[in-house]
């Protein structure tokens, strides 16, 4: 069973930063996808970036290239979104998720970039809230 744990989340002014960690259940860091997925009040929830724990390669959405970046500690089992020049637009409750290692994206069509659909992952965490006043 994979555990995901979001934090880092909170309120800021337009322009300003925050980091989100997802911290993952051990021996979940292992050749899966994950991502980060956010959802605003009255909206579907959208993929925000994503990358391959094992080799690497990230995705973004093109709202938020050049702001935002996705990493991870492989040692801590963490995920991280930097969050740069954050606008109104950008508040949402922000989810962390991995797709287990689901056999259906272990062909080399799959990269980060056509994996910034939630409905491709399986585990999420609870979510941590983001808001950015103007």
């Known amino acids: 069973q994979v555990q995901l744990v979001e934090s880092g989340g909170g309120s800021v002014q337009a322009g300003g930063s925050l980091r989100l960690s997802c911290a993952a259940s051990?021996?979940?860091?292992?050749?899966?996808?994950m991502g980060w997925f956010r959802q605003a009040p009255g909206k579907e929830r959208e993929g925000v970036a994503d990358?391959?724990?094992?080799?690497?390669?990230?995705g973004y959405a093109d709202s938020v290239k050049g702001r935002f970046t996705i990493s991870q500690d492989n040692a801590k089992n963490t995920l991280y979104l930097q969050m740069n020049s954050l606008k109104p637009e950008d508040t949402a409750m922000y989810y962390c998720a991995a797709d287990g290692g689901d056999p259906k994206h272990s062909g080399s069509w799959w990269t980060p970039s056509r994996l910034l659909d939630p409905a491709e992952y399986n585990y999420w965490g609870q979510g941590t809230q983001v808001t950015v006043s103007s």
């Open positions: 990358m391959h724990t094992r080799f690497g390669g990230t």
């Open positions: 051990p021996n979940t860091y292992n050749n899966y996808f």
